[in-house]
């Protein structure tokens, strides 16, 4: 396997490749020899969801515990379902909530202000809820 680039070339017996499904579409990588059509026509099939992130970082950790996620009912928070706690693997009170699907679009219809409004008062109170009911409190 040789590949070629704008710098340099590189040469090894085996290659794997992992590249945005948007790449291959439009063919901006070139096979030699060309991939078997039922390959290409794959890639024309397959679409790319919507995926965003919010990072949220706070001035002091406010939940207890290391998790490395919160995973909620959509029915709990219908805009997110997953916050992942970046504090569990930097030690800094950082937490990610990954927004897909419909949840992908409605952060792109809302000013950075409105989500900083909306995560400052949903997330403590969901964390806080969440742990009272799991002590039974």
Do not use: C
């Not at 070339?9 to 945005?20: E, G, K, M, N, S």
């Not at 998790?67 to 909620?72: Q, T, V």
């Not at 805009?79 to 706690?85: D, I, K, L, Y």
């Amino acid at each position: 396997v040789r590949v070629i680039t704008k710098k340099e070339t590189f040469t090894a017996d085996y290659v794997i490749l992992t590249v945005p499904i948007s790449l291959l579409q439009q063919q901006k990588i070139r096979f030699t020899p060309a991939l078997p059509d039922s390959k290409q026509q794959s890639f024309h099939k397959m679409r790319m969801g919507l995926f965003n992130k919010v990072f949220m970082e706070f001035s002091e950790k406010f939940w207890k515990g290391d998790p490395h996620f919160f995973a909620f009912q959509k029915e709990v928070l219908k805009n997110s379902g997953v916050v992942f706690n970046y504090h569990a693997y930097t030690s800094k009170p950082i937490l990610v909530a990954f927004h897909v699907g419909e949840s992908g679009k409605w952060v792109e219809a809302q000013s950075e202000t409105d989500i900083k409004k909306h995560w400052r008062e949903t997330l403590p109170r969901l964390i806080l809820e969440k742990r009272s009911r799991s002590n039974g409190y």
